[in-house]
């Protein structure tokens, strides 16, 4: 095995790996699916669990200490607890998480929990029903609400809640949103829409950080708080009464990719080393024709020789993946 740990050119230290578990997605979101909808891969073209967690091992002798696990919307996939009850009791991982869109959360929100999965994200863009309808083109708000309720109820923590805001679709409840870090102790993070694949969204919709801010800040002055070293990309914040917090992840209007340190795995076993260029190397064909750990770890590594500092699109919106956000997780 390469004794060298995922420090790239930039002197990033990669040591977050997520991983998209499938390309398939109980819901149509308007932002994320394109229309004409992309085929889905056959069965055969999706990394099989134990070839995942094959690579979450080696990954870990190279320095991965952090497994974030999304989608398409994981919890369709057959089988998914009780791979996440092994991905939990892999020797090395200090932090393991998972996105969801919270559909299925409700009914399975026990085996989450006993597989050891302690924190999750779950993204909901509005708390509207019609307008949940509008948006994933399915009626599901009340089953999505009552799982994020249940969530917290069973004791996940922090439970985020990821929303997408977008002009003339879910601006006008901002402020309703926000205000659920003054009621329940959720962490909120308003992630900037990001132009990727074939989704052609007006440019116009876009709803950047420091405009958000100014109007959620209508419900009291917004306190930085102190960024611990496992925090992510958001800048974050809480209303001095607030039992949650609000986060602004901003890839657009302040780009963090100086501090990136992530990887993604595609279900179809593409190791990206950034979300938003396309050079990607392709770890299932070698893992199917029997490569050694080693020779994984080596790639592993040549993914991180290639990432990029930086994306360009706050300057050229046409500059991101030609992939879907589905396919790559997010
Ligand atoms: N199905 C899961 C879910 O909905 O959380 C996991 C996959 S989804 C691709 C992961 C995250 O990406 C979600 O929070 C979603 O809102 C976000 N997302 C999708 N498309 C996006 C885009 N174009 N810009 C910004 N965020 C996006």
């Given at each position: 095995?390469?004794?060298?740990?995922?420090?790239?050119?930039?002197?990033?230290?990669?040591?977050?790996?997520?991983?998209?578990?499938?390309?398939?997605?109980?819901?149509?979101?308007?932002?994320?699916?394109?229309?004409?909808?992309?085929?889905?891969?056959?069965?055969?073209?999706?990394?099989?669990?134990?070839?995942?967690?094959?690579?979450?091992?080696?990954?870990?002798?190279?320095?991965?200490?952090?497994?974030?696990?999304?989608?398409?919307?994981?919890?369709?996939?057959?089988?998914?607890?009780?791979?996440?009850?092994?991905?939990?009791?892999?020797?090395?991982?200090?932090?393991?998480?998972?996105?969801?869109?919270g559909v299925?959360l409700k009914d399975?929100i026990?085996?989450?929990?006993?597989?050891?999965?302690?924190?999750?994200?779950?993204?909901?863009?509005?708390?509207?029903?019609?307008?949940?309808?509008?948006?994933?083109?399915?009626?599901f708000f009340d089953q999505v609400w009552a799982g994020i309720e249940l969530a917290q109820k069973?004791?996940?923590?922090?439970?985020?809640?990821?929303?997408?805001?977008?002009?003339?679709?879910?601006?006008?409840?901002?402020?309703?949103?926000?205000?659920?870090?003054?009621?329940?102790?959720?962490?909120?993070?308003?992630?900037?829409?990001?132009?990727?694949?074939?989704?052609?969204?007006?440019?116009?919709?876009?709803?950047?950080?420091?405009?958000?801010?100014?109007?959620?800040?209508?419900?009291?002055?917004?306190?930085?708080?102190?960024?611990?070293?496992?925090?992510?990309?958001?800048?974050?914040?809480?209303?001095?009464?607030?039992?949650?917090?609000?986060?602004?992840?901003?890839?657009?209007?302040?780009?963090?990719?100086?501090?990136?340190?992530?990887?993604?795995?595609?279900?179809?076993?593409?190791?990206?080393?950034?979300?938003?260029?396309?050079?990607?190397?392709?770890?299932?064909?070698?893992?199917?024709?029997?490569?050694?750990?080693?020779?994984?770890?080596?790639?592993?590594?040549?993914?991180?020789?290639?990432?990029?500092?930086?994306?360009?699109?706050?300057?050229?919106?046409?500059?991101?993946?030609?992939?879907?956000?589905?396919?790559?997780?997010?």
């Amino acid at each position: 095995m390469p004794d060298s740990t995922l420090i790239d050119r930039f002197n990033r230290n990669l040591n977050y790996l997520r991983i998209s578990i499938t390309d398939r997605c109980n819901l149509k979101c308007l932002y994320c699916v394109p229309q004409d909808l992309i085929p889905k891969l056959p069965h055969h073209e999706i990394l099989s669990y134990e070839e995942i967690l094959r690579i979450v091992r080696v990954s870990i002798g190279l320095g991965i200490s952090k497994v974030r696990i999304t989608g398409g919307e994981p919890l369709v996939r057959k089988g998914v607890y009780h791979f996440l009850e092994k991905l939990a009791g892999t020797e090395g991982l200090q932090d393991i998480s998972l996105t969801t869109n919270g559909v299925l959360l409700k009914d399975n929100i026990h085996k989450i929990k006993a597989a050891g999965i302690k924190r999750i994200n779950i993204s909901i863009d509005t708390l509207n029903r019609e307008k949940f309808k509008q948006i994933t083109g399915f009626d599901f708000f009340d089953q999505v609400w009552a799982g994020i309720e249940l969530a917290q109820k069973t004791g996940f923590y922090p439970i985020k809640i990821n929303v997408v805001p977008l002009k003339g679709v879910n601006d006008d409840e901002l402020v309703d949103i926000a205000r659920l870090s003054m009621t329940h102790p959720f962490h909120i993070r308003f992630i900037e829409y990001m132009p990727v694949g074939s989704i052609h969204m007006d440019i116009d919709r876009h709803f950047l950080a420091p405009e958000i801010k100014k109007h959620v800040e209508h419900l009291g002055e917004l306190v930085p708080v102190d960024r611990s070293t496992n925090d992510g990309p958001a800048e974050r914040f809480k209303f001095e009464s607030g039992r949650g917090e609000i986060g602004f992840i901003r890839p657009i209007s302040r780009h963090f990719c100086q501090t990136c340190n992530r990887l993604r795995l595609t279900a179809s076993g593409q190791l990206r080393p950034c979300l938003m260029h396309d050079k990607q190397e392709d770890l299932k064909s070698i893992i199917r024709k029997g490569c050694s750990d080693r020779e994984l770890a080596e790639v592993f590594l040549e993914a991180v020789r290639q990432k990029p500092l930086e994306h360009k699109l706050q300057k050229d919106h046409n500059a991101g993946s030609a992939v879907q956000m589905c396919t790559i997780g997010g």
